[in-house]
């Protein structure tokens, strides 16, 4: 049996999944954000990059050689083929980057760690996590909450959310349950709860 804790931190966009992470680190959890180390492996003249650029175009390369993520989101989420073919590039370098983490936070003695990722059940990483918390939220306040943080058309924002895997998926595959549609307060006091409950 090891002796260090990995939870996936799941959810769709505007859950409210920020907040919960942020909760998570104030508790002492070394934090893995799929979406930074998705930013490494799209860094200037990456392969990862290049192969997006075949797939999607060169507009995803911005003239300076550096990764449009606004165009690159576009592409990806303008059909689930493109969504697919998407994970299909990224995913495996950021599942062996996710992997080196963990090592570098256990070798310092960090036993608690979180793996913050939207599309954890996609990429096949809840296999590394001893338990899996999702948080979730009505549609309705994740478009507003969205169009508030992105400053995207609401038809941008709903197609992203299409995109997406449902409440009713998070629901069935993960351990555990955050409403991220309520109040800060209440989101943080389930939240609390949670690390207690993992952590007693």
Do not use: W
């Amino acid at each position: 049996m090891r002796d260090f804790l990995i939870v996936g931190l799941t959810g769709t966009t505007g859950s409210g999944k920020s907040t919960v992470s942020r909760e998570f680190e104030k508790a002492g959890f070394g934090i893995i954000n799929a979406d930074e180390i998705a930013r490494e492996v799209l860094e200037k003249d990456s392969s990862c990059l290049k192969q997006l650029a075949l797939a999607f175009g060169e507009n995803v390369i911005d003239p300076d050689g550096t990764a449009n993520r606004r165009e690159i989101a576009r592409c990806a989420f303008s059909s689930k083929e493109n969504t697919q073919l998407l994970n299909e590039i990224t995913h495996p370098r950021i599942f062996l980057k996710t992997l080196k983490r963990c090592r570098e936070y256990i070798d310092i003695g960090c036993k608690k760690i979180v793996f913050d990722a939207p599309v954890l059940f996609e990429s096949n990483s809840d296999i590394m996590c001893d338990c899996v918390v999702a948080v979730t939220a009505p549609i309705s306040v994740r478009t507003e909450r969205l169009m508030l943080r992105d400053g995207l058309p609401r038809e941008d924002i709903e197609r992203r959310i299409l995109a997406q895997k449902t409440d009713e998926f998070f629901e069935k595959h993960a351990d555990i349950i955050i409403d991220g549609g309520r109040s800060l307060d209440d989101v943080l006091e389930q939240t609390r709860s949670v690390i207690a409950k993992l952590c007693g």
